[in-house]
């Protein structure tokens, strides 16, 4: 292949990797007859990645634990977590889609769904999520401490799950 | 346009590849790291990809492009051969494992390189609400993996063929790292400006507010608040140096700004405990830039006289 064509195909590479890169969400005033195959595109090379790690914020951190009962009505508390940090910085991960309003209720099921059935004794369910409240440095210096603030707690049967 | 030898005159800032080696150390670290990430994939398959996890697939596929893969395609097609969810998943992590080791090993390095690629653009889209950061550098890594000359040293393809160098080698090696350089330029430029224009980042909040989150926290340290002025270096000292990085990259300051960089994500591994993100970020750097290292270390001791000034040179 001509060396021309390949440093030219190069280039459009990183210009799109550019073009994607900060935090800004380009997507949105890219005309949708461009951005659907540049995104198509970028999804399968690397191309379409955000590099804004930890910016231009760094978010807070939610957490999310069930409440089982059985038949005779003894609770215990069980939650997603496990002995892999790897494992649990994506499970963490996939914690963040509950900050979109329009998933949460599905997302809350899921979980329900899915502890419900590892659990065959469990009648009920109960998911609470929790979002930590951290002070700036100003306020931690005066005191104030983090906290973990309940955002959600929903009862589910059984049979509204299983 | 051509790219000039590193030996030569034109050896200049821009390129400077003159072997194949930062290319292979790419290969192998970046193969290394996908390995440790299919382990744990494969331990936690049944939370993080199972049809039936915490996120079922009816969910997850909601936020996918049709045209993007996703093993609930697959899964339809191949039910009524008996296969099922889970042994597809099994299926297609053992052969990105296969193809991950093999491209460890350079074995068959460019098809080793597309099963790994192919394998893991499936496994991302059917997992993609579980995948953080690390999912987009490890899809660049292995996409450039298929086209770079990344087996022509430290592999079982060069023992096994003994291929020659052919005239236009360095030029490859020169253009794969120029690629490498420019690729991790847009990268911390990204970062550098996302973080700049957070309030966080020049207080120093940004910094304390990662150490405080349970999912980084390595260490207990309930009074690191209690010095602001230190926390606020930290979180500017990330924003320079990133910000700087793609501007000194292309300087005779380049050794140093790179060294800045492997030792910030050396404290990110340790003090936010994301090894294998640190890991991948700086394997990218060593293939971009570990020649530039190498010959500034050789530099170094030989001005401290650790080695014989003719070796240094």
């Known amino acids: ?49 955000h590099f804004n790690f930890f910016a231009p914020t760094v978010p807070s951190q939610a957490r999310v634990h069930f409440v089982l009962a059985d038949a005779e009505g003894k609770a215990r508390e069980v939650d997603l977590l496990t002995a892999s940090a790897e494992a649990n910085q994506r499970l963490q991960t996939m914690l963040t889609f509950y900050e ?39 306020e931690a210096n005066a005191g104030k401490k983090a906290s973990w603030v309940e955002v959600e707690k929903t009862m589910f049967r059984r049979d509204e799950v299983s | 346009m051509k790219f000039p030898n590193a030996s030569g005159a034109g050896g200049s800032l821009l390129l400077e590849a003159s072997s194949f080696l930062p290319l292979a150390l790419f290969r192998i670290g970046l193969a290394a790291l996908l390995l440790a990430q ?83 653009v ?34 079982v393809d060069r023992l096994v063929e003994a291929r020659r160098q052919r005239p236009d080698d360095h030029l ?17 430029l990204a970062a550098g400006l996302s973080k700049a224009t957070g309030e966080q980042w020049w207080s120093g909040d ?6 405080s989150l349970p999912r980084f926290q390595q260490f207990d340290m309930p009074q690191v608040f209690a010095y602001p002025m230190l926390l606020q270096v930290a ?7 990133q910000l700087a990085y793609p501007v000194l990259v292309w300087t005779r300051l380049r050794a140093l700004i790179v060294l800045l960089t492997e030792l910030m994500h050396v404290g990110i591994a340790i003090f936010l405990g994301l090894w294998m993100f640190s890991g991948v970020m700086i394997v990218f750097n060593v293939a971009a830039f570990g020649e530039t290292l190498w010959r500034a270390g050789r530099r170094w001791s030989g001005s401290l006289g650790l080695v014989p000034s003719w070796k240094a040179r």
Do not use: N
Request: proline share 6%.
């Open chain 2, 235 to 241: 979180a500017l000292g990330a924003v320079i140096v």
């Open chain 2, 38 to 120: 299919a382990q744990v994939l494969w331990e936690y398959r049944e939370l993080l990809l199972d049809e039936f996890g915490p996120v079922p697939w009816s969910i997850s596929d909601q936020f996918l492009d049709p045209f993007l893969p996703r093993m609930s395609d697959l899964a339809a097609w191949v039910s009524p051969a008996g296969i099922s969810s889970r042994q597809l998943v099994a299926g297609f992590l053992l052969a990105h494992a296969v193809g991950a080791a093999l491209l460890l090993v350079g074995y068959c390095t460019r098809g080793a390189a597309l099963l790994a690629w192919s394998t893991y």
């Open chain 2, 122 to 155: 499936v496994l991302r889209c059917t997992g993609h609400m579980y995948f953080y950061g690390i999912g987009g550098l490890f899809l660049i890594g292995l996409f450039y993996c298929i086209f770079m000359p990344v087996a022509r040293q430290w592999s």
């Open chain 1, 100 to 138: 979109m309003p329009h998933v949460r209720p599905f997302l809350v099921r899921a979980w329900a769904a899915y502890v419900v059935s590892h659990h065959p004794e469990a009648r009920t369910i109960e998911v609470r999520v929790e979002i930590l409240e951290i002070p700036t440095l100003a």
């Open chain 2, 206 to 211: 940004a910094v304390w507010r990662a150490l």
């Open chain 1, 1 to 49: 292949m001509p060396r021309t064509i390949i440093v030219a195909a190069v280039g459009i590479h990183l210009v799109i990797a550019a073009l994607f890169s900060t935090h800004v969400r380009v997507e949105k005033h890219i005309p949708g007859a461009l951005e659907r195959p540049l995104r198509i595109y970028g999804s399968y090379t690397g191309a379409h990645t």
């Open chain 2, 172 to 188: 490859d090696a020169s253009l794969s790292v120029l690629v490498l350089r420019i690729h991790l330029s847009i990268v911390y």
